[in-house]
């Protein structure tokens, strides 16, 4: 089992350009979380997927920001126009199901993709 | 807001010292608490994690301990090694959902 892979792992954009971040979950995981990282912050949450569906985005930004999870293929967020204020490491992590008493199932972090806004 | 709040910010120990970092969250429903260690450009690795239902939880040289009533939980690290250096996140959530609300993180520094 590979893990979590994003790709790539580092990315360099500038200003007005689009962003593509991919996350491949690991083997046999459905549920994907993407989390910001600030240079010298904290993860923040963005947004919760399953398979073809948008669970929890309370964390996205309003504009600019999208998160999709096909069927097939990885899980895509895009960020469009890009700012300054997007460089950052965004982190996604993957589970094989909803964490409930019963399971004890961490969700594992991919390496992280370092997006860097020129 | 769901808040998680995490001191101190950075700590250093001399090597075979205690280190110990502190969180606090907002959220009464939260009943699972991971602790995460972060080295330079790397993914965070799960380290130790606690449930709602247990009030300490011990893994050789880390413990953790949670006060629920009190909405505190605590990393402890005893006899610190350099390799214990890196940035520490404690974490909060709440069932059926792997949704972190992070702390803002300890840099911890063991010094040789």
């Known amino acids: 089992n590979a893990g979590v892979m994003q790709n790539p792992r580092h990315l360099v954009r500038r200003r007005g350009q689009e962003a593509r971040l991919r996350c491949s979950p690991m083997?046999?995981?459905?549920?994907v979380y993407w989390y910001r990282q600030l240079p010298e912050e904290g993860l923040k949450f963005m947004v919760y997927l399953q398979k073809e569906n948008i669970i929890d985005e309370s964390g996205m930004p309003k504009e600019r920001f999208s998160a999709e999870f096909p069927k097939e293929g990885p899980s895509i967020l895009r960020i469009q126009q890009v700012v300054r204020g997007d460089s950052a490491a965004y982190f996604c992590a993957s589970s094989p199901f909803l964490r409930d008493r019963g399971r004890n199932a961490e969700a594992f972090f991919g390496q992280g993709t370092r997006l860097t806004v020129v | 807001g769901e808040n998680v709040e995490q001191h101190p910010s950075t700590l250093s120990v001399q090597e075979g010292d205690s280190a110990v970092i502190k969180c606090t969250y907002s959220d009464s429903a939260s009943n699972y608490f991971p602790w995460y260690k972060q080295e330079l450009g790397k993914r965070p690795q799960l380290i130790i994690d606690i449930r709602s239902n247990v009030g300490e939880k011990k893994d050789q040289r880390i413990a953790v301990t949670l006060n629920k009533t009190a909405k505190h939980f605590s990393l402890h690290i005893t006899e610190t090694q350099p390799e214990d250096s890196a940035v520490y996140f404690c974490a909060a959530s709440k069932s059926g959902t792997y949704k972190y609300i992070f702390g803002t993180g300890t840099r911890l520094k063991v010094l040789a």
């Open positions: 083997k046999g995981h459905s549920h």
